[in-house]
């Protein structure tokens, strides 16, 4: 079983649809939570980092952690084009933080 | 301002060549980190450099030797490489504090191995 665990996808939603974006995972020493956001040939981009239970929200996106559950979430609102990509789950523990676990990635496109 | 550059953008080399991968921040970040990604797979670890001390290695093959002339710049020398070490070379870099590690990746280079 793989430490974290991401649904690859592919998710296809229209323009303005909620997108909802999910990992798992088994290790419960993990405590910092990142969603980085890929596009095709280019480097991933850091969008939110957490370290605590709860919701962080910045602009259109919303990163929800539950660590009781050990899920972790991304949501998107009115998702637009530009918003399509590959997006990665990340964490850490707090011994270790420079090594992150990578989720599989989601691949994610908004049709017009 | 949190930019992260890499050098080439696309490097194409014979097995038997010797070329380097070129990374620089100034973002003041003390931990510089090289990763290998292969297509729709999620990047790999390779090295990491703590306070310009190689702190971490993720038992890669010596063809890959990393270099960190200062806290900014981070080289990877690549020598006889093997056509599936073709892959998109991610360099990052964080502060390096305890609880501060979160990664800011560069563009990548892409290499192809012939």
């Known amino acids: 079983q793989k430490e974290v665990e991401q649904d690859p996808g592919p998710l296809s939603v229209p323009e303005g649809a909620i997108v909802s974006l999910n990992c798992t995972y088994s290790?419960?020493?993990?405590?910092?939570f990142m969603w980085y956001r890929q596009y095709s040939r280019k480097g991933p981009e850091l969008l939110m980092y957490?370290?605590?239970?709860g919701n962080k929200e910045d602009g259109r996106f919303t990163a929800q952690v539950d660590k009781s559950s050990k899920y972790i979430s991304l949501f998107i609102r009115d998702s637009q084009p530009s918003d399509s990509a590959t997006y990665l789950c990340?964490?850490?523990?707090?011994?270790?933080?420079?090594?992150?676990?990578f989720g599989q990635g989601t691949r994610l496109t908004i049709n017009p | 301002d949190t930019e992260v550059t890499q050098t080439p953008k696309h490097l194409v080399m014979g097995m038997t060549n010797k070329k380097s991968l070129k990374c620089e921040q100034h973002?003041?970040?003390?931990?510089m980190y090289w990763y290998k990604q292969k297509a729709k797979k999620p990047p790999e670890l390779m090295f990491v450099?703590?306070?310009?001390?190689?702190?971490i290695n993720e038992s890669v093959p010596s063809r890959f030797s990393p270099e960190c002339p200062n806290s900014s710049l981070l080289n990877l020398h690549l020598h006889a490489l093997q056509p599936e070490d073709s892959a998109l070379y991610l360099c990052?870099?964080?502060?390096?504090?305890?609880?501060?590690?979160?990664?800011?990746f560069g563009p990548g280079t892409r290499l192809l191995v012939l």
């Open positions: 990052a870099s964080s502060q390096g504090k305890t609880g501060q590690e979160t990664q800011y």
């Open positions: 290790n419960s020493a993990f405590q910092y």
């Open positions: 957490t370290y605590s239970s």
């Open positions: 990340a964490m850490s523990r707090p011994q270790g933080a420079q090594k992150l676990v």
């Open positions: 973002m003041g970040h003390r931990a």
């Open positions: 450099y703590s306070y310009e001390k190689l702190s």
